[in-house]
Nanobody, 123 residues
């Protein structure tokens, strides 16, 4: 059974940094895309950052230059380092693995989701 678990959410002030981690068990995702998504209340789930099996990364425009996604295939883990956080980054953050459409940049087609971890940034 595939299990995706996120860690590292929390509350902090604007300008701070936070690192999210995701551990995947039950399947080897080393050759597949993985990504981070977020969903704020009343909004659709949106892609934040993705990394494919070759290590190529993609970022949403609002987080470029502030967030860094990385993966450790040996440990089946995915990380998201978030710097210079802003109140608009407040959301539930979800780890995602494998997509029917490739790329892990869009919520539709994601095969495996974590339960989410809350990030709250105050001004």
């Amino acid at each position: 059974q595939v299990k995706v678990v996120e860690y590292g959410g929390g509350s902090l002030q604007a300008g701070g940094s936070l690192k999210l981690s995701c551990v995947v068990s039950g399947y080897d995702f080393s050759g597949y895309c993985m990504g981070w998504f977020r969903q704020a209340p009343g909004k659709e789930r949106e892609g934040v950052a993705a990394i494919d099996g070759a290590g190529i990364t993609t970022y949403a425009d609002p987080v470029k230059g502030r967030f860094t996604i990385s993966r450790d295939n040996g440990k089946n883990t995915l990380s998201l380092e978030m710097n210079n956080l802003k109140p608009e980054d407040t959301a539930m953050y979800f780890c995602a693995a494998e997509s029917l459409f490739g790329g892990c940049t869009k919520a539709a087609g994601i095969q495996y989701w974590g339960q989410g971890t809350q990030v709250t940034v105050s001004s």
